[in-house]
């Protein structure tokens, strides 16, 4: 069965700072991937997904993910942080087959210090 | 704007009652999802729907049901609430284009068994 991983369960970084949140996948086809983020209270916003292509995936929010099959990895990068981009982050592949269904790792807790 | 809604946003209820959590979506989306929010768990799967009269279980079904009986609604039903159901609950509906699904998800019910 596929699984993901987010091996850093809390992160803190200064504002101005850049972010690297890392996602590891277990799967054996060509995976979909997705990365939400939760604020507090609020429920999980799409930031961006990859299905093919330019493994390099831009998204919402200044967000930017590469996909790196050789390392089953889809980390998630943003050159300068902003208080508002405290928050939880998630990252999602899909399954295959008649499933279709999202796998979620447990999620990293950003904390941004002024 | 379309959107998924969930009600109540928060509810509180007995051990044994009967609850009922609604989800709604204006994307005329086929699929739609139930998922649980546990700390250290992530979310997981409890049941999913891929159009009008189908349901199916998903990672931890047991003690919930759904009903589909139109297009935009999927409600969440707890037969016989426990209080290893207290849990944030959010409902998702999907984005298909191809071999290509995206889901969006809801605003979360958060949900306290006495």
């Known amino acids: 069965a596929q699984s993901v991983t987010q091996p850093d369960i809390h992160i803190t970084v200064s504002e101005g700072a850049s972010l690297e949140l890392r996602c590891n996948y277990s799967y054996g086809a060509t995976p979909y991937l997705f990365w939400y983020v939760q604020s507090p209270g609020q429920g999980l916003q799409l930031l961006l997904k990859?299905?093919?292509?330019?493994?390099l995936v831009q998204g919402i929010k200044g967000f930017e993910a590469e996909f790196k099959r050789s390392q089953s990895s889809f980390n998630l990068r943003k050159p300068s942080v902003h208080w508002s981009d405290a928050a939880e982050y998630f990252c999602a592949v899909v399954h295959s087959g008649s499933a279709r269904q999202l796998t979620f790792g447990s999620g990293t807790q950003l904390t941004v210090l002024p | 704007d379309a959107e998924i809604t969930q009600s109540p946003r928060h509810k509180i209820t007995e051990t044994g009652r009967q609850v009922t959590l609604a989800c709604h979506q204006t994307w005329n989306h086929n699929n739609m999802f139930w998922y649980r929010q546990d700390l250290g768990h992530g979310l997981r799967l409890i049941h999913y729907s891929y159009g009008v009269q189908d349901t199916n279980k998903g990672e931890v079904s047991d003690g919930y049901s759904v009903s589909r009986s139109n297009t935009e609604d999927l409600p969440l039903t707890l037969e016989s609430a426990a209080s290893s159901q207290t849990s944030v609950y959010f409902c998702?509906?999907?984005?298909?284009?191809?071999?290509?699904?995206?889901?969006?998800f809801g605003p979360g019910t958060r949900l306290l068994v006495l």
């Open positions: 990859y299905f093919s292509g330019d493994t």
């Open positions: 998702a509906s999907s984005e298909v284009r191809g071999a290509q699904e995206t889901q969006y």
